[in-house]
């Protein structure tokens, strides 16, 4: 619906240019009105008022003409003005209710169009009431009301493209477009159903018929460039609304908030706070993207805060609910939230229309991520894998997965591929890495990690694992040297028989000649360093053995 003011700033010349063609003759108003010239209209309408010319009904013509330029205060002024008049033309209230609609004042709207007579306009406007309000009953209703006239086919196709029935929408669009080949901003429709199925090359082939004949279209222009956001990336998108934005006049409003909107999410969330909050519930993606900027400053608290009483209605809306609980429920240690979040992801994963996406079968791989089945986690990450190769956060996950099934040498391969520090800083991402590793036969790249660490409770939790899955895997010597740290940190008995079972293990590797006989010398040191009365007897053994084979100690 928005997309009718289009070509009064698109296709029309400059006003200036026009008056120059006819001289100095003042253009009439019906001239103006049919050149979609509103800004014309209106200056000319208020100049015969200033002079104390009456044009007839000029007041409802700025109205007319102001809904049409976007200005949405100025037509509401003049038409609830009209409304107070006792000759109030009866039509005013559905131009009214058309009004409050495009202000988001539903209410209101609903109010004033049941006071209008009965009209194809009137149900059209109640029609879309009754989905904002959700109300199933009333949206039926007034769909049978529906005649096969273009103007309510549009009205059905815009609630199909709003209830993400996309191809329906595209059916309608096109059927119309067969008969109406003039009818040139339909293409845009269709573009934006086919942005919305994904198919952004599709969409740009379908977005050029148009822009061909209206270059400077602000709705056409910022699909193009969020085109070039999901095909390139956010600077080529930027381009694309630079030449949007040093195109059109100071005075020109609409799109600006969408066209604010959009910058931030091309720039990676630059200006969020100051741009985004405002225009929450405004720009239905408004809310999401503030919510996805607050889940990349780890405040997860405040994402969830501006989510829980949203309702989702699109798959996207399911999708980012079930992230944020699950972040919630990992953060928290709450089951309740991963529980939420993996009915959110089982939910869009088992629908129709995304079982077979990739958001779809991501959302699958998350919903069996949470319930620990990650041979399931496997199947539905394997079958997007290759649209995934170099994300840092597809990858995690993937490696995650091979690592809990067991296949260390893959997920190692994987979890090297990450480039992101922030992962790498992640005590997550250190012990999995650690605990691969280990069971690759390469212990002592688990004990550099810790090696690289800050002294911790996560440096201490990393002790514990090296400490026990290299004395697991036999790999006795960092076995020891963890336990020895540990114990050393803590007085726990339970360290110091990790420890002394460790260094034996590596004595009886060297008996066995699978460890070198320099390694006794330190395995010595490290028994030494505790005071417990069995250390002297173990100690003993030790060093009689290398006396006897001459092995320097």
Same mark, same amino acid.
């Given at each position: %619906? ?64 102001? +809904? ?7 037509? &509401? ?24 609609? +495009? ?35 009333? @949206? ?11 103007? =309510? ?23 119309? /477009?067969? =008969? ?5 901003? *339909? ?17 740009? !082939? ?14 056409? *222009? ?18 694309? *609304? ?15 908030? &969408?066209?604010?909107?959009? $910058? ?14 405002? $225009? ?25 805060? $501006?989510?829980? =009483? ?70 539905? @990450? ?11 956060? +597809?990858? +995690? ?7 809990? %099934? ?9 979890? $090297? ?12 991402? &250190? ?13 002592? /790249?688990?004990?550099?990690?810790? &090696? ?12 514990? *694992? ?51 006989? !320099? ?35």
């Amino acid at each position: %619906m928005l997309s009718r003011a289009k070509p009064a700033v698109g296709g029309a010349p400059p006003a200036a240019d026009r008056r120059r063609k006819k001289g100095k003759k003042v253009p009439q108003l019906e001239e103006l009105l049919a050149l979609r010239d509103f800004t014309g209209a209106i200056a000319l309408l208020e100049f015969k008022q200033h002079v104390g010319e009456q044009e007839e009904d000029a007041d409802l013509w700025i109205g007319y003409s102001a +809904f049409h330029l976007g200005d949405y205060k100025r037509a &509401l002024e003049e038409y609830e003005a009209l409304t107070k008049q006792p000759a109030c033309n009866p039509d005013v209230w559905v131009n009214l209710a058309c009004t409050y609609f +495009f202000l988001g004042m539903y209410t209101q709207a609903e109010q004033a169009a049941l006071k209008a007579p009965k009209s194809r306009l009137q149900n059209r406007l109640l029609f879309h009431l009754a989905h904002k309000f959700s109300d199933e009953k009333k @949206l039926m209703s007034s769909h049978q009301n529906l005649q096969d006239v273009t103007e =309510d086919q549009l009205s059905l196709a815009s609630i199909h493209y709003m209830r993400s029935h996309y191809q329906e929408a595209i059916d309608i669009y096109k059927r119309i /477009l067969l =008969d109406n080949r003039e009818y040139l901003a *339909l293409n845009v429709y269709v573009a934006l159903c086919y942005y919305k199925l994904d198919y952004y090359d599709v969409s740009q !082939e379908v977005l050029a018929v148009y822009l061909q004949q209206v270059p400077d279209s602000t709705i056409a *222009l910022n699909l193009k460039a969020c085109n070039h956001f999901r095909l390139y990336n956010g600077k080529a998108a930027e381009a694309e *609304l630079k030449n949007l934005t040093d195109s059109s006049s100071p005075s020109f409003e609409f799109g600006k908030e &969408l066209i604010k909107h959009n $910058l931030v999410v091309f720039r990676g969330g630059e200006g969020a706070l100051q741009i985004l909050p405002p $225009l929450v519930d405004v720009i239905p993606e408004a809310r999401l993207n503030l919510v996805i900027y607050y889940l990349r400053q780890d405040d997860v608290q405040e994402a969830y805060n $501006l989510i829980k =009483d949203l309702e989702p209605t699109a798959p996207q809306e399911y999708i980012l609910k079930g992230v944020v609980n699950a972040a919630l429920g990992q953060e928290m240690g709450s089951r309740d939230h991963l529980k939420i979040a993996q009915q959110f992801f089982q939910l869009v994963g088992e629908s129709a229309s995304e079982c077979d996406t990739i958001p779809g079968r991501q959302c699958m791989s998350s919903c069996f991520f949470l319930l620990r089945q990650f041979g399931n986690v496997l199947i539905y @990450l394997n079958s997007v894998k290759s649209y995934f190769y170099n994300d840092d956060t +597809f990858n +995690f996950n993937y490696a995650q997965a091979k690592a809990a %099934m067991g296949n260390f040498s893959e997920a190692e391969e994987v979890f $090297l591929l990450i480039q992101s520090e922030k992962i790498k800083n992640d005590f997550v991402y &250190l012990s999995w890495l650690a605990r691969c590793y280990i069971m690759n036969k390469k212990p002592q /790249l688990a004990w550099k990690l810790y &090696l690289k660490m800050e002294t911790s409770g996560e440096s201490f939790n990393l002790l514990q *694992l090296i400490a026990n899955d290299c004395y697991k895997m036999r790999q006795f010597y960092y076995s020891a040297k963890a336990f020895d740290v540990l114990e050393r940190l803590d007085s726990n008995p339970e360290y110091w028989e990790g420890k002394r079972g460790a260094c034996v293990g590596v004595f009886q590797m060297i008996l066995a000649g699978r460890e070198a006989k !320099e390694t006794l010398r330190e395995v010595l040191h490290l028994l030494k360093s505790t005071g417990n009365s069995q250390v002297e007897y173990i100690v003993r053994i030790m060093k009689k053995w290398a006396k006897e084979n001459r092995v320097p100690v």
